[in-house]
Nanobody
Framework: QVQLVESGGGLVQTGGSLRLSCAAS????????IGWFRQAPGKEREFVAR????????YYEDSVKGRFTISRDNAKNTVFLQMNSLKPEDTAVYYC?????????????????WGQGTQVTVSS
């Protein structure tokens, strides 16, 4: 079983940047693809980005392409989400999640393990 802990959230102005981290423990980290999701108040949880086990395959939701970058360091059991040019609509709780399948998916139900989330607030 994998435990995930997110960090790096905070309050930032429009146009600013944040770097989220997702630290894993308790499992073979390199056996899991990792996804980032976010959930704003009153809205469903939505896919943001995904990185494959090796880090060679990256996928992004259209609204964050060109602004967000997902990466991973398997030696440190950590995945990162670099968020640039932040907008107020990026405000949400951000979660990382682990998927043991090699099949690409943006559906939250496909991810077996979740962190507790970290709040990102972008002020206008």
């Amino acid at each position: 079983q994998v435990q995930l802990v997110e960090s790096g959230g905070g309050l930032v102005q429009t146009g600013g940047s944040l770097r989220l981290s997702c630290a894993a423990s308790g499992g073979t980290f390199s056996s899991y693809a990792i996804g980032w999701f976010r959930q704003a108040p009153g809205k469903e949880r939505e896919f943001v980005a995904r990185i494959s086990r090796s880090g060679s395959l990256l996928y992004y939701e259209d609204s964050v392409k060109g602004r967000f970058t997902i990466s991973r360091d398997n030696a440190k059991n950590t995945v990162f989400l670099q968020m640039n040019s932040l907008k107020p609509e990026d405000t949400a709780v951000y979660y990382c999640a682990a998927d043991g399948s090699v099949v690409r998916s943006s559906a939250p139900s496909r991810y077996s393990y979740w962190g507790q989330g970290t709040q990102v607030t972008v002020s206008s």
